[in-house]
């Protein structure tokens, strides 16, 4: 089975916390993995993907991703948070073969002043 | 650039009814997709068009849906038959080609609630 798992559905930092998202996946072969964020009422935005290369891979806003093989995993994190990064994180997977891309059950991020 | 524009944003309609959704992708993308997002289902791939052509509806339920790209500034998503299990939010994404590594570009969404 394939899958994309986000083990937190919901995650509450203060402003200026630095926050982990977690995302582990398992699917076989050649894959690409990227995190989109959704703001309350709005369509998902693209942060950031990896395919190969450097396995920590920087995005928007000051949020960067390591990707591990051996963990099969694919962590969001950023080192201080502002309270306007409250929103919907969601870790997708798509593969090489196909455009179909397969999303977490997203992990809700709750920034308080 | 306005993005990809999703009309209506809301719509209500009861069981039974029949519902169209409009999407206009990004101008100059050529690969648009939707996708059905629930609480309970989280988000789900429902089909994926390129260059208009249809490439992969393996998402769409059997009965009752069906999407077309009839030219390549709109999409339309329809459902027939309307039962309250379609209430959900559908969002359209545009890509700039259709690859696996190409973003995609998500519009706001139709909230579809069928009473």
């Known amino acids: 089975t394939q899958t994309v798992s986000q083990s937190d559905a919901h995650v509450t930092v203060f402003e200026g916390d630095s926050v982990e998202l977690r995302c582990n996946y398992s699917?076989?072969?050649?894959?690409?993995l990227s995190w989109y964020i959704q703001h309350h009422g709005h369509g998902l935005q693209f942060l950031l993907k990896?395919?190969?290369?450097?396995?920590v891979v920087q995005g928007v806003n000051g949020f960067e991703a390591e990707f591990s093989k051996s963990d099969s995993s694919f962590h969001l994190r950023k080192a201080s948070v502002h309270w306007s990064d409250s929103a919907v994180y969601f870790c997708?997977?798509?593969?090489?073969?196909?455009?179909?891309?397969?999303f977490g059950d997203g992990t809700q991020l709750v920034v308080k002043p | 650039n306005a993005g990809v524009i999703q009309t209506p944003r809301h719509k209500v309609t009861g069981k039974g009814q029949e519902a169209t959704l409009w999407c206009e992708p990004i101008?100059?993308?050529?690969?648009v997709f939707w996708y059905r997002q629930t609480i309970v289902q989280g988000l789900e791939f429902l089909t994926y068009?390129?260059?208009?052509?249809?490439?992969?509806d393996s998402g769409m339920p059997k009965e009752r849906f069906s999407a077309q790209m009839p030219n390549q500034s709109h999409s339309t998503l329809k459902i027939q038959s309307t039962q309250p299990q379609d209430s959900a939010v559908y969002l359209c994404?545009?890509?700039?080609?259709?690859?696996?590594?190409?973003?995609?570009?998500f519009g706001p969404g139709t909230r579809l609630t069928v009473l």
């Open positions: 994404a545009s890509s700039l080609e259709g690859g696996a590594d190409a973003e995609q570009f």
């Open positions: 699917y076989g072969g050649s894959i690409y």
């Open positions: 990896y395919y190969s290369g450097n396995p």
């Open positions: 997708a997977v798509s593969k090489n073969s196909n455009n179909r891309i397969f």
């Open positions: 101008s100059g993308h050529s690969a």
């Open positions: 068009f390129r260059n208009q052509a249809p490439i992969d």
